[in-house]
């Protein structure tokens, strides 16, 4: 068991050292190959946001018109 964890330590080091990386950097670069990323997508954001019922306050636009009337 423990030799199979070497050899895969090893083989891996050997792979970061070839790709001009850190052991950490070697690990994600092979992470993120395999997973793959998921491009943002701000419109799937906005969905999930209004879903969640959420509301804010229109105070911003108040405060200014209070702050303009008092100068």
Do not use: K, Y
Request: hydrophobic share 30%; aromatic share 2%.
């Amino acid at each position: 068991m423990w030799a199979d964890d070497e050899r895969q330590s090893e083989g891996c080091g050997e792979r970061a050292r070839s790709n001009h990386r850190s052991l950490e950097g070697e690990l994600m670069a092979m992470i993120e190959a395999h997973v793959g990323t998921r491009p943002f997508q701000a419109g799937r954001l906005l969905d999930e946001i209004r879903a969640l019922g959420l509301r804010t306050p229109d105070s911003s636009a108040r405060m200014i018109r209070q702050d303009r009337r008092r100068r």
